[in-house]
């Protein structure tokens, strides 16, 4: 992106700032919307189809449907005699679909004798003027980047009203505890809030920018939104960096809000909300009448009890760079820690099953596809990496109220690595294992295996494997190359590794790599969640 380029793109972004900050949704706005989205929800996808797919001659995705003979009669006719995921599944037989890899164009797309090079960059949104970017995460790749506009946030925060109206927490205090630039996770919460009128009380930081020296376009666009904000008479709050080790101050923020006796809500990735309850529970802090949202990582049934030990609830989001918004937690009957309401206003999606390169059995994988045209990326039928359990059920909470009667849980990856809410690829993790250790410690690529898991304390996890055969080695030396090899690339995979060196996510165990049950040695090993929620070995 030129100098040029950028200074438009922050122009859009402080032009728009002022009517975005000024223009606050409501909750009955917000419930209306979703009620018109979902009632017009055919012809929106076919809308965006049109638009962005068979009127461009450019997409990647008009490839594919003119290689399965499918015009834009044939799918809207699908999709009219059979509804949205039917028609979505019976495209995706025909070959009509991108994995991961496909999608980040780290892979060629070959169907049948056609072979196909998309580029990450051919899937942008045409219709979201850009306003600033972040990446997604790999640690040897550049990373995907997404386009963020604040027109997407405003039509995104219409789900998080809804959600803390379910939960009760409407109008309560929050606190935000999510990294800065490059990582779009705390601006993005931060704006979403803003957009409901609740700015955050505190923004905190996990990481510092000097740690990490972003780009200076991604600190102005933080300094920016801060400062710029104050003008408009939405003050938000200006950043303040607190380590994982100084997770009292968070709790002690947390206390402090509660006192005032409205409440509060604590928006956070699972990792660090279990810190801040951990802290809670040594100190003998009682925290009823708090809120933990949760985003970024799985909420599992562990760490879901560290934080109701305090006398908090907590809340689940599920939400990607690339899809934005899928699922917030449900306020009724739930069937998992981690049970969300699918924003099916927003995005379609299918489940295929197929063999995963790094797990131990085959998973019923999500597949999204975009109905409107503000979303980051244009989606049909594409893989985000994850599998879980879908079900239509009633739970009696707002969301089933409103038509949002989709569920998702037991929400799981199986081909990336997670922690701290910070996403490593795994094909982008087999250069280290398989190369770098073996070359610098000794042994063969066989000799080491990375592990996702949960530790004593209920924190995610990343053991390294190494055979007791390799030798004495010095662990400390190990963990800081692979952090190393990690931070090589853009500032978004420095601020990813400095997040998991901060918070001493990696482990060395002296063991044999784990071996499936068909006898593979894979790379990584990540265990597989079946529909009870229990791992499959």
């Known amino acids: 992106m030129s100098l040029f380029s950028q200074v438009a793109a922050y122009w859009r972004f402080a032009w728009g700032l002022r009517g975005f900050l000024k223009e606050p949704v409501t909750l009955e706005q917000s419930r209306e919307l979703i009620r018109q989205r979902l009632q017009n929800r055919e012809q929106n996808l076919l809308a965006m189809v049109k638009r962005a797919i068979y009127d461009n001659a450019a997409s990647p995705y008009l490839k594919l449907l003119e290689l399965a003979g499918c015009e834009y009669g044939d799918f809207e006719k699908m999709v009219r005699s059979g509804g949205i995921e039917s028609a979505l599944s019976k495209i995706y037989q025909a070959g ?11 892979k060629e797309v070959v169907r049948g004798d056609k072979v196909f090079n998309f580029k990450e960059s051919d899937f942008g949104n045409p219709f979201l003027v850009k306003q600033f970017e972040t990446s997604t995460g790999a640690s040897r790749s550049t990373g995907a980047s997404v386009m963020m506009n604040l027109d997407r946030f405003a039509y995104e925060a219409n789900q998080p009203a809804v959600a ?19 990582s779009g996770a705390g601006l993005v919460v931060t704006l979403l809030l803003a957009r409901m009128n609740n700015l955050p009380v505190k923004w905190f930081s996990p990481v510092e920018s000097k740690a990490i020296k972003p780009a200076l376009a991604k600190r102005l666009a933080t300094y920016y939104a801060v400062y710029a904000s104050r003008l408009f008479g939405a003050a938000i709050p200006k950043p303040e960096y607190v380590s994982f080790e100084q997770a009292h101050k968070v709790a002690d923020c947390l206390e402090e809000v509660l006192n005032r006796g409205q409440g509060c809500v604590l928006w956070t990735f699972a990792n660090s909300a279990v810190r801040v309850s951990q802290v809670a529970m040594e100190r003998q802090l009682k925290l009823s009448g708090a809120t933990f949202i949760i985003g970024g990582e799985p909420l599992t049934a562990a760490k879901a009890r560290e934080i109701r030990a305090t006398g908090a609830n907590v809340v689940s989001v599920y939400a990607s760079a690339e899809v934005g918004m899928i699922g917030f937690g449900c306020a009724g009957q739930t069937a998992a820690p981690d049970d969300v309401h699918h924003c099916k206003d927003l995005t379609a999606v299918i489940q295929q099953r197929r063999e995963v390169p790094f797990g131990t059995a085959p998973v019923d994988a999500f597949f999204f596809t975009s109905l409107l045209f503000k979303t980051p990326k244009i989606l049909l039928n594409v893989e985000s990496g994850d599998y879980g359990v879908m079900e239509t059920r009633r739970c009696g909470c707002e969301f089933e109220e409103l038509g949002l009667t989709d569920h998702i849980y037991n929400i799981r990856s199986f081909d990336k690595l997670t922690g701290e809410g910070m996403t490593f690829v795994g094909t982008d993790m087999l250069r280290i294992i398989e190369e770098v250790l073996p070359a610098k410690f000794g042994g063969s690529s066989a000799d080491y295996q990375m592990v996702e898991g949960e530790n004593e304390r209920g924190y995610t996890s990343l053991s390294v494997l190494v055979s007791p055969e390799v030798g004495a080695i010095d662990e400390g030396e190990l963990i800081k190359t692979v952090l190393s090899e990690l931070r090589k690339g853009k500032d978004t995979q420095r601020m990813m590794a400095e997040m998991w060196s901060q918070a001493e996510i990696l482990r060395v ?23 009870d929620g229990k791992k499959e070995k």
């Open 509 to 531: 165990k002296r063991q044999r790599p784990f071996v499936t049950a068909a006898g593979k040695l894979l790379p990584l090993h990540i265990d597989m969640v079946n529909t």
């Open 96 to 106: 009509v679909y991108l994995n991961a890899e496909e999608f980040k164009g780290k």
């Open 164 to 182: 803390f109206s379910a939960h009760g927490i409407w109008g309560s205090p929050v606190i935000v505890w999510m990294p800065i630039l490059p």
